[in-house]
């Protein structure tokens, strides 16, 4: 089981409150774990990557055991930590004022 | 019992406004949406209880929601939550999120380039939703004016979107150039005697008709003079505010540009100006009083560079000729020390008897007058930026 947080806005586009969990078969990677996220809740397509070119938009950032993976392959795997549910895989929003 | 609802979109969340017909009474709502941009929300003619709403974030791009119940409740009609998201043949079901520029050979055009603000060319690229315009019939057919440039239409109530691509693809569309907002599509007109007959606006391109329910479409530019581009009388390259027409009299146009107030008597082929005796005649909103189709309003502001009413004073200008002679509308406005904007989306009219008008500012007031601009009272005070304002008469 992956553990998902998602930024407050798209917490309440998804209609969940705290943490997402996914099941995932195969390898745990950004590309499959966004996947299977976008599949569950699919009014989340397009708000983390964009919907033509799949790239991460640029004010959302990905954070997992203290490490910012966003710039990490889509397709390298995450860490064992995330694959076993015992870290959550962050979705975060750029910090802004206004 | 008639009513009025009032939809109001601002830069951190919706507010649905309602009163009823005396309208001196008014319940706002808590904010629809919290903390997104809502650029615009239109109730569908052919049923006030079908909203559509433009929400959007730099953030997490553009979605679109949709109410059924006349926004007490709102979902995104798209696939719904758990659902597959393909087909059993494998096609991906609708996603309400989604816009693609049209490249198909069939219907599209080759996705080129634009002007960028220094002449460069720049690629397309989609980032908000700046005007939602439903159907005047067909309560799931609505039309979106996107940024870059283009024109969308669903007729699925909004769960797919597909771009009528001759207009982004028209001739000159290479030269389009964005305004200081964006180059926005922020006017869509639909005639209620044709069906086939489309008005569009864009910053800063111009104006633009259909007259084959969106296929093809020519400029509408003639009488135009924008001095601040390299050719001042060009076909395209105008910044165009706002368009508004009278239901009544689809030929003829009202038109707020950057600077000057301009009318098209003959649905666009040619515009002639009106500015008369306005004091400024920059501005953005535009409007045309429900049952009086000579009778204009409008709001201006000092400059392109100071986006304030003129002396501190606002004002709206209404003309009951048709334009060229204007009457000061103050009772009820501050008249001193105001220095808010009034946005190009930002001003509508009600259809009751005495005909209201509403218009929201940059410093989160939404004025309302019962009486075609007489007299006017703050319906709230303190809302975030407003950036659009539509009213839905109810019955």
Not at chain 2, 255 to 284: C, Y
Request: hydrophobic share 35%.
């Amino acid at each position: 089981m992956i553990r998902v947080t998602l930024p407050p806005h798209l917490r309440k586009l998804a209609q969940v409150a705290g943490e997402v969990k996914l099941d995932l078969e195969g390898p745990v990677t950004q590309q499959s774990l966004l996947d299977a996220l976008e599949a569950r809740y699919p009014m989340l397509r397009g708000t983390i990557r964009d919907h033509m070119t799949q790239k991460r938009r640029a004010f959302v950032r990905f954070f997992a055991c203290g490490e910012d993976l966003s710039h990490e392959p889509p397709d390298a795997p995450l860490p064992d930590a995330v694959a076993t549910g015992t870290e959550p895989f962050m979705i975060v929003g750029a910090i802004a004022g206004g | 019992m008639s009513g009025v609802r009032v939809l109001v979109g601002t830069r951190k969340g919706a507010f649905i406004l309602t009163s009823d017909g005396q309208r001196k009474q008014w319940e706002v709502s808590t904010p629809h949406f919290a903390g997104w941009e809502m650029y615009h929300l239109k109730g569908s003619p052919a049923d006030p209880n079908r909203l559509y709403a433009s929400q959007s974030s730099s953030w997490f791009g553009q979605i679109i929601q949709r109410s059924d119940d006349g926004g007490k409740t709102w979902h995104q009609p798209g696939t719904p939550p758990g659902e597959p998201t393909t087909a059993p043949d494998g096609t991906p079901k609708g996603e309400s999120n989604k816009f693609v520029y049209d490249t198909s050979p069939e219907t599209g055009k080759a996705l080129t380039t634009h002007q960028w603000y220094d002449g460069t060319a720049h690629p397309w690229e989609f980032k908000r939703i700046w005007h939602l315009e439903p159907s005047l019939t067909d309560l799931d057919t609505v039309y979106a004016g996107v940024e870059d440039a283009a024109l969308f239409r669903s007729t699925d109530g909004g769960q797919t979107w597909q771009e009528l691509a001759g207009l982004r693809g028209h001739g000159s569309g290479s030269s389009w150039q964005p305004g200081a907002g964006g180059m926005c599509l922020h006017t869509i007109i639909l005639d209620p005697t044709n069906a086939n007959r489309i008005f569009i606006a864009i910053s800063s391109a111009g104006a633009f008709r259909s007259d084959d329910a969106g296929k093809t479409w020519k400029p509408i530019n003639r009488g135009l003079h924008s001095q601040y581009i390299p050719d001042p009388t060009a076909e395209v390259g105008h910044c165009v505010h706002r368009i508004a027409m009278h239901r009544s009299r689809p030929g003829v146009l009202f038109m707020q540009k950057h600077w000057d107030v301009m009318r098209s008597d003959d649905a666009g082929d040619s515009w002639q100006e009106i500015s008369g005796n306005l004091p400024t005649d920059f501005g953005f909103a535009i409007d045309v009083h429900a049952h009086e189709p000579d009778t204009v309003y409008v709001v201006p502001i000092k400059s392109d560079s100071e986006h304030f009413p003129l002396d501190g004073k606002l004002r709206v200008y209404r003309s009951r000729s048709g334009g060229n002679e204007w009457e000061a509308l103050t009772k009820g406005l501050p008249q001193s020390d105001c220095y808010v904007n009034v946005l190009r989306d930002a001003m509508a009219v009600d259809s009751l008897d005495k005909c209201g008008v509403y218009f929201g500012t940059t410093g989160g007031q939404v004025y309302a007058s019962a009486d075609a601009g007489d007299n006017w009272a703050p319906i709230v005070r303190d809302l975030p930026p407003v950036v659009s304002v539509e009213v839905q008469t109810l019955s």
